[in-house]
């Protein structure tokens, strides 16, 4: 079978073959422009980015001078002030100063904490819950509870109390401990009310006290132990 030719179109493909030519080029230039643009464009909102991250990264240190050097002048020792937050508030769980917590509160207060379970259903990732039994007097409880947010080296809050009016010798309280990072006060450009310097003071005053008294301890049990001819 023959295939005919239709020598019409091959005549005109032959008279304007200049102009296919010129076509082709510039749909061809006209796609590479194309993905040129696109390309640029691209590595223009790279480039966008990184510097907008490198702004606020030198805002955030600006704020953060600008914040130590307010805090300096407030007679607040910033570095103390994150040791105390970090020690209160961890970055992760730490279970073991959860148990060292509840032993300091019990040397503390007299309120013997006798067993603790762990709530699964109230704990979250950033907060452990625990449901503790104790047992006291009056005035031992009452220190418990005027004592126990931070005497243990740990943030602590109470959201459930069961007890005897009548007796305290059993005693069933949900307590919470907290861990997890937050947010930078100098990020968000905070400032501290007189109420917060004041409270922060105390608190390092507080806890000051506890540590101090934590470090006599182990100093008089290393000496004991030296002077022990055994």
């Given amino acids: 079978m ?29 796609v590479m422009f194309t993905v040129f643009f696109i390309n ?12 907008e991250t490198e702004i606020d990264d030198l805002k955030n240190k600006a704020n953060l001078i600008d914040y130590k050097e307010k805090i300096i002048q407030d007679d607040l020792d910033i570095d103390q002030i994150n040791s105390i937050v970090s020690t209160l508030v961890p970055d992760s769980e730490d279970y073991f100063s959860v148990i060292v917590a509840l032993d ?14 762990i709530n699964l259903q109230g704990s979250t990732k ?8 104790g047992s006291g007097d009056q005035e031992s409880f009452l220190n418990f509870l005027k004592e ?9 809050t109470i959201d459930r109390i069961n007890f005897n009016e009548r007796s305290f010798a059993k005693m069933e309280l949900g307590i919470n401990f907290y861990s997890g990072k937050g947010s930078s006060a100098a990020q968000k450009n905070l400032e501290l009310a007189t109420k917060d310097k004041e409270y922060i003071r105390k608190l390092q005053e507080k ?4 540590m101090k008294s934590d470090n006599e301890i182990e100093s008089d049990t290393s000496y004991s132990l030296k002077e022990n001819p055994f």
């Fill in 2 to 30: 023959k295939i005919k030719i239709d020598f019409y179109i091959v005549k005109l493909v032959r008279d304007n073959i200049t102009y296919f030519i010129v076509l082709f080029m510039a749909i061809l230039g006209l």
């Fill in 40 to 51: 640029r464009n691209e590595a223009y909102k790279s480039e966008t980015s990184t510097l």
């Fill in 104 to 117: 300091e509160i019990s040397k503390k207060t007299n309120f013997i904490i006798t067993n603790y379970v």
């Fill in 126 to 133: 950033n907060k452990l819950a625990l449901t503790i039994s």
């Fill in 148 to 156: 126990y947010n931070y005497i243990g080296g740990r943030l602590i």
């Fill in 207 to 210: 806890v000051q006290v506890n």
